[in-house]
């Protein structure tokens, strides 16, 4: 980039404004559960847990900002 536009510095700036969640369960539903959960309306789930695509792409993005 630098070559590209004649910048001196490059400055990056993370904007994700997501903060590490902390679940208190003392035990993890079953998937029966969780999916009769997902179908209820928000307001009126019991359990407040990330999706799957979530806890997947977590990882790859944050591993993709360390080569930024």
Avoid: C, N
Avoid at 11 to 22: K, M, N, Q, Y
Avoid at 34 to 48: F, H, N
């Amino acid at each position: 980039m630098r070559l590209q536009w004649g910048v001196g510095k490059v400055i990056g700036v993370d904007l994700s404004f997501e903060a590490p969640t902390r679940i208190d369960l003392e035990q993890l539903p079953g998937p029966w559960a969780l999916l009769r959960d997902r179908l209820r309306p928000s307001r009126l789930r019991r359990y407040r847990l990330p999706s799957l695509m979530t806890a997947a792409v977590g990882p790859v993005r944050e591993h993709g900002a360390e080569g930024v």
